[in-house]
């Protein structure tokens, strides 16, 4: 099989590929009418196409993408996507679908749960609090293949803890291009009650910007400053008497909304 793929994708590192694709073209290379990009417009592939061990390093990615593996059909224009399984890192990812060569893509995609520990350790990212638990993936990608547009769920698998904080469920809906991040939704639910909801965007160009809102609704304001605290801090604070009234001081129900721009 081919040692290389364009510089833009990245380079097989190893692999196997087991094909049989007949290529005809019709009038040579030339400009879509559609798109500013260069195909052969009358390309029909016929065929399919197996590979197997495939390890992939993109120049994008600090990891390699690794144990790739699944089955094409070329009919015509359209690359049919049976099943492709892969790695990154120790993120597993399973992914299904069609590839048009003027139409763009038609792909889903699903990773199954994986921890945060593992999350932060194959991207590199870091949390300034700590955090446990796990979260699953579901993602769609629609657009032209120089233009790809990436839209996916993120849910939590099992009870989440943020710096000492138990949510119960947490999950968002996101969908992102080549310029920009929108947040559609993102809902957390503590476990001692009420909840936390927002949205925004963040642009991903040369002058990256932030547009957030969050909305919470319902915190039970003592029983969350007792879980972020230490028990010595917590219980010198929540004891605190109102020298008006004598009684202990009480946050009561949290409700706020907040910008960050």
Same mark, same amino acid.
């Given at each position: 099989?081919?040692?290389?793929?364009?510089?833009?994708?990245?380079?097989?590192?190893?692999?196997?590929?087991?094909? =049989?694709?007949?290529?005809?073209?019709?009038?040579?290379?030339?400009?879509? @009418?559609? +798109?500013?990009?260069?195909?052969?417009?009358?390309?029909?592939?016929?065929?399919? *196409?197996? &590979?197997?061990?495939v390890? #992939?390093?993109?120049?994008?990615?600090?990891?390699p993408? +690794?144990?790739?593996?699944?089955?094409?059909l070329?009919?015509? $224009?359209?690359?049919?996507?049976?099943?492709?399984?892969?790695r990154? %890192?120790?993120?597993?990812?399973? @992914?299904?679908?069609?590839?048009?060569?003027?139409?763009g893509?038609n792909?889903?995609?699903?990773?199954p +749960?994986? +921890?945060?520990k593992k999350?932060?350790a194959?991207?590199? /990212? $870091?949390l300034?609090?700590?955090t446990? %638990? *796990?979260? =699953?993936?579901?993602?769609?990608v629609?657009?032209?293949?120089d233009?790809?547009?990436? *839209?996916?769920?993120?849910?939590?698998?099992?009870?989440?803890?943020?710096d000492?904080?138990r949510?119960?469920?947490?999950?968002? !809906?996101? !969908?992102a291009?080549?310029?920009?991040?929108?947040?559609?939704?993102? =809902?957390?639910?503590?476990? &001692?009650?009420?909840?936390?909801?927002g949205?925004?965007?963040?642009? /991903?160009?040369?002058?990256?910007?932030?547009n #957030?809102?969050?909305?919470?609704?319902?915190?039970?304001?003592?029983?969350?400053?007792?879980?972020?605290?230490?028990?010595r801090t *917590?219980s010198?604070?929540?004891?605190?008497?109102?020298?008006?009234?004598?009684?202990?001081l009480k946050?009561?129900? &949290?409700?706020?909304?907040i910008?960050?721009?």
């Amino acid at each position: 099989g081919a040692s290389y793929l364009p510089q833009d994708l990245g380079t097989i590192e190893e692999g196997y590929l087991n094909s =049989e694709i007949n290529v005809r073209l019709a009038g040579g290379m030339g400009t879509n @009418a559609r +798109s500013s990009q260069v195909f052969a417009p009358d390309v029909a592939l016929r065929g399919d *196409a197996r &590979v197997w061990n495939v390890a #992939l390093q993109s120049a994008r990615l600090p990891q390699p993408i +690794s144990d790739l593996k699944g089955q094409f059909l070329f009919e015509g $224009e359209t690359i049919n996507i049976k099943v492709i399984r892969a790695r990154y %890192g120790d993120i597993r990812a399973i @992914a299904s679908g069609r590839l048009h060569l003027q139409d763009g893509y038609n792909i889903v995609a699903d990773i199954p +749960s994986v +921890s945060v520990k593992k999350i932060f350790a194959t991207t590199g /990212l $870091e949390l300034p609090v700590k955090t446990k %638990g *796990a979260f =699953e993936s579901q993602i769609k990608v629609t657009g032209k293949l120089d233009n790809p547009l990436i *839209a996916g769920t993120l849910t939590s698998t099992q009870s989440l803890v943020v710096d000492r904080v138990r949510f119960n469920t947490i999950r968002a !809906r996101m !969908r992102a291009t080549t310029e920009s991040l929108e947040i559609n939704t993102v =809902e957390a639910f503590p476990k &001692v009650g009420g909840s936390i909801t927002g949205s925004g965007q963040i642009g /991903l160009g040369d002058r990256p910007d932030l547009n #957030l809102n969050i909305i919470a609704q319902e915190l039970p304001g003592d029983a969350i400053l007792r879980q972020l605290l230490n028990k010595r801090t *917590a219980s010198s604070i929540l004891d605190l008497k109102d020298p008006a009234t004598g009684k202990p001081l009480k946050l009561g129900t &949290v409700n706020s909304n907040i910008n960050i721009t």
